[in-house]
């Protein structure tokens, strides 16, 4: 894959994935590129891996702090996570082996919102970024690099970096050229001015990416696939999900607080994301856009069909089969996705001026409307954040979505008080389950309650909830949100204690 490769100088650095880890030493900070499984070196970690256990048996400790886009795959946060390697881990992670250290109190982990990541490096937050180990699809006779399936933070990582890394990945299609759009007007407080965005399809960057190539201290060349997970079709608790989001929409647009090709959409990673998505394409609305981090198959499919004009995010995060599709028509794809920096597609400005309809998963949701989206029984980390928060906080309209019971039934997502907050009662706006939707907008605490009980609670649960609210109305020594503190969470200690809630 010379091709892919044509800066002479860059060329003349191209040497093993082992060799490249050679350079990195204990103790530094790491930024890698990926996002949701795409664009993550693939090559380079898992050697780095092999070093650490090789350090670590002659008695050494050698960790890394690793620093990404948002969660990556198994060669990288698995296999450093698996050998112990990750002292400091930021900003959003799904791998099991990294979650069970995590959990375990074996690794540091910071979860951000994703917005705030770049800007955090660029404030010196977060100390010293020493290396950046970035994957890319090309690299330009000028130096300039040719993004891959994901752009995270890999701007910020090339420019705050000492040391760069670069993985050229000849299994990335070539013909991702032209569809990025890196925004190299950011600058920092009191010098900021307005990012001049003001449609999702807008470009108001370059499709490259700058890097310094005197910094350039490796290049490996990998042909590797992404992590593409397979999405499983809808099941009935989604398409309820979805059905009583469209119908919502139909409502908004009724009565005119929507225009009929609605607003650009936000949704999360994950079943009934994409549930939602198919429902829309089978739906009434049409010209529509998506102003949001990751497109995954619903999102494609609606591209194909039309209905969805066009769809910015920062990366993609797609099964086998719609990524076979994708890079089959990726000509044609390519004028209608925008991929950006996660600190322009989750960027508070743009997501308040455009009005965004986010719509995110979560763990447990209170009756005031309190969600929690990252910990079970308020100590596990699940995943992270992510976006929802830059998203929830700034949206036109905030929707979270749920099952209204989870592990078979044993529990309600739907409780008394959240264990953990991620997202306060004013930063959402609508509630759903498979049972129905609450609308909270203009609701006090009290009247919220009332509708999360009665139109998203389980109808197992329902009882309980109400008999809660019922006697907090009565014990609670204030009336506006009331609460008995003393048996708030016996609800979770029982669950705890394998009782049922
Ligand atoms: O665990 O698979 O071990 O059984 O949580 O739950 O129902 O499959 O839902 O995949 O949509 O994930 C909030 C985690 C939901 C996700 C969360 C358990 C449940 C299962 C997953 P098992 P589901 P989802 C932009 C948006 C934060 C980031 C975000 C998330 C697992 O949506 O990470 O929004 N969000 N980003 O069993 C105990 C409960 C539970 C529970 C669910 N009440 N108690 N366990 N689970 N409810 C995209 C990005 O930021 C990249």
């Not at 201290?217 to 079709?233: K, L």
């Not at 089978?282 to 209905?307: C, H, I, W």
């Not at 998203?391 to 008080?417: D, E, H």
């Not at 609210?469 to 009336?479: I, L, S, T």
Request: some cysteine.
């Amino acid at each position: 894959s010379e091709s892919r490769i044509q800066c002479a100088a860059l060329r003349s650095k191209i040497m093993s994935a082992d060799e490249a880890a050679a350079l990195i030493t204990s103790g530094v900070n790491v930024g890698m590129s990926g996002f949701t499984g795409s664009g993550y070196p693939k090559a380079v970690p898992s050697a780095l891996a092999r070093r650490i256990v090789a350090a670590n048996t002659a008695g050494g400790k050698f960790r890394i702090g690793v620093w990404t886009g948002a969660s990556t795959a198994p060669e990288l946060d698995g296999a450093l996570a698996q050998v112990d390697g990750i002292e400091m881990r930021l900003p959003y992670q799904s791998d099991p082996h990294c979650r069970e250290r995590i959990n375990a109190g074996e690794m540091e982990y910071i979860d951000i919102h994703l917005s705030h990541v770049a800007q955090f490096v660029w404030f010196g937050f977060l100390g010293k970024l020493d290396v950046a180990v970035v994957e890319v699809a090309g690299i330009l006779e000028d130096g300039r690099l040719v993004p891959s399936s994901s752009v995270g933070n890999n701007k910020t990582w090339l420019e705050q970096a000492d040391k760069v890394i670069l993985e050229v990945n000849s299994w990335q299609s070539s013909q991702l050229e032209g569809m990025h759009d890196i925004y190299y007007g950011t600058q920092l407080p009191p010098h900021r001015q307005p990012i001049p965005l003001l449609r999702p399809s807008d470009r108001i960057g370059e499709p490259y990416l700058r890097c310094d190539p005197d910094k350039v201290v490796a290049v490996v060349e990998t042909h590797a696939p992404d992590r593409n997970s397979a999405f499983t079709a809808p099941d009935a608790t989604s398409r309820r999900i979805a059905g009583h989001i469209l119908e919502f929409l139909q409502h908004e647009v009724k009565k005119g607080r929507l225009p009929p090709d609605l607003l650009p959409l936000q949704s999360g990673v994950g079943n009934i994301a994409n549930a939602v998505m198919a429902g829309l394409n089978e739906g009434p609305f049409d010209n529509l856009t998506a102003y949001t981090e990751v497109l995954q198959d619903g999102m494609l499919d609606m591209l194909r069909s039309g209905k969805l004009a066009c769809a910015s995010a920062t990366a993609f995060s797609l099964s086998n089969g719609a990524l076979a599709e994708l890079n089959a028509d990726l000509e044609r794809y390519r004028e209608r996705i925008i991929l950006r920096p996660q600190e322009i597609s989750n960027h508070p400005e743009v997501i308040r001026r455009l009005g965004v309809i986010a719509m995110n998963g979560l763990i447990e949701a209170d009756i005031y409307g309190n969600v929690n989206s990252t910990h079970v029984m308020g100590s596990k980390i699940m995943n992270g954040i992510g976006g929802s928060g830059d998203f929830a906080r700034n949206a036109y309209l905030s929707i979270f979505m749920t099952p209204s019971q989870a592990k078979g039934g044993a529990l309600s997502c739907i409780v008394p008080m959240v264990t953990h907050v991620d997202h306060t009662e004013h930063d959402v706006q609508v509630l759903v389950t498979e049972q129905g939707l609450a609308d909270l907008r203009g609701l006090s605490p009290r009247q919220r309650a009332r509708v999360v009980i009665e139109n998203c609670a389980h109808p197992d649960f329902r009882p309980a909830l109400r008999d809660y609210f019922r006697r907090a109305m009565e014990g609670a020594p204030g009336k506006h949100t009331p609460h008995l503190l003393g048996e708030v969470f016996d609800w979770h200690l029982r669950a705890l204690r394998g009782e049922g809630m």
